[in-house]
Nanobody, 119 residues
Framework: QVQLVESGGGLVQAGDSLTLSCAAS????????MMWFRQPPGKEREFVAG????????NYADPVKGRFTVSRDKTENTVYLQIDRVKPEDAALYYCASGSSYYAKPTLWGQGTQVTVSS
């Protein structure tokens, strides 16, 4: 069973950049879509960005386009989420997930990493 472990969260100043990592413990299929979700305090979890493990093509939620960059390193078995020009509204628990489609609930989730923003 593959496990996903996120890291890189913490306290960040508004305007700074931050990179989150998601390390997979086992082999990921080329057809897998690796996704990032976030859940702000008191709100529902929302899709942020995704990358196809095989081809590397990316997909972003409209609110984060231009500031977030998702990527994957197949040699490191790791997915990254770079957040530029961090805003207070980026504060959330960020989850890494894996699935076969953007239109279905992911089948595998990490435990999440907390991002706190100071302004």
């Amino acid at each position: 069973q593959v496990q996903l472990v996120e890291s890189g969260g913490g306290l960040v100043q508004a305007g700074d950049s931050l990179t989150l990592s998601c390390a997979a413990s086992g082999r990921l299929y080329s057809s897998a879509i690796m996704m990032w979700f976030r859940q702000p305090p008191g709100k529902e979890r929302e899709f942020v960005a995704g990358v196809r493990w095989g081809y590397g093509t990316t997909n972003y939620a409209d609110p984060v386009k231009g500031r977030f960059t998702v990527s994957r390193d197949k040699t490191e078995n790791t997915v990254y989420l770079q957040i530029d020009r961090v805003k207070p509204e980026d504060a959330a628990l960020y989850y890494c997930a894996s699935g076969s489609s953007y239109y279905a609930k992911p089948t595998l989730w990490g435990q999440g990493t907390q991002v706190t923003v100071s302004s």
